[in-house]
């Protein structure tokens, strides 16, 4: 039984969701504030709801505060969306929006969709590169010179999907629908703000950047 966190300042909200969930087979724990959502947290939720929008503390701060904590994908509940906020939810470490007042059942979808893919089982457990960078598909890790270069969910997708494909071009809406896995328009400068910040941690460890862009096109992984 997966459990879902569901933090929202709106009581019927919570209570419609909780109600959606657990038909629906979930194990469902609420938080109306961010002090409840800490507590909960820490019982290990498979996926967090989290709404944007609350009094005192925010959602995206929220996100900070757990995504050192917790690795399941955190969706963000909100009523507006914008470039400029979904950017800054992605820094925060957020994995998807749902935009206020939205379908249940195409949110139910939603979190089926993340869930699955966090179930899924790669064959392959590492792949080494020029011998000083690894990326171990079972564990989701990678490593330059056997030390951790630490990712968020999404850039860990990123590297995933280049690297087990490498010289092949993808265009940065092809990635965005094959990563986030939604029948949606495909999002480029999302994509190209989680390239900068994969390119900014291999700089940060030492390593050579390894995704090379193609103007006017997308990005490749470089085997060299």
């Known amino acids: 039984m997966h459990k879902i966190l569901i933090v929202d300042d709106e009581a019927d909200l919570r209570k419609l969701l909780t109600d959606y969930f657990e038909i629906n087979g979930y194990f469902v ?5 961010s002090r409840e959502a800490m507590q909960k947290v820490e019982q290990g939720p498979d996926l967090v709801l989290l709404d944007i929008n609350m009094p005192e503390e925010n959602g995206l701060e929220i996100c900070e505060r757990i995504r050192g904590f917790v690795s399941c994908p955190i969706l ?3 009523a507006r969306i914008e470039d400029a906020d979904k950017i800054a939810g992605f820094r925060a470490g957020g994995d998807d929006y749902i935009l206020k007042p ?6 139910g979808a939603r979190v089926e969709a993340h869930l699955r893919r966090e ?4 064959t ?5 590169f020029n011998h000083d960078l690894v990326i171990n598909y079972t564990a989701r890790e990678l490593y330059f010179q056997d ?3 630490p990712l968020a ?13 490498p010289g092949m071009v993808f265009e940065k809406e092809r990635m965005y629908e094959k990563i986030w896995g939604l029948d949606e328009e495909g999002d480029s400068s999302v994509i190209a703000e989680h390239i900068r910040r994969i390119r900014n941690k291999f700089k940060e460890y030492g390593s050579t950047d390894r995704i090379e862009t193609v103007w006017g096109v997308g990005y490749k992984w470089l085997n060299s």
């Open 29 to 33: 724990m609420t938080a109306k504030n």
């Open 124 to 128: 392959k457990a590492s792949v080494r």
């Open 119 to 122: 179930q899924r089982i790669l």
């Open 76 to 78: 963000f509940l909100t």
């Open 102 to 107: 939205f379908s249940i059942r195409e949110l």
């Open 147 to 149: 030390i951790r270069i």
């Open 153 to 165: 969910k999404k850039e860990f997708d990123i590297i995933e999907l280049l690297s087990m494909n």
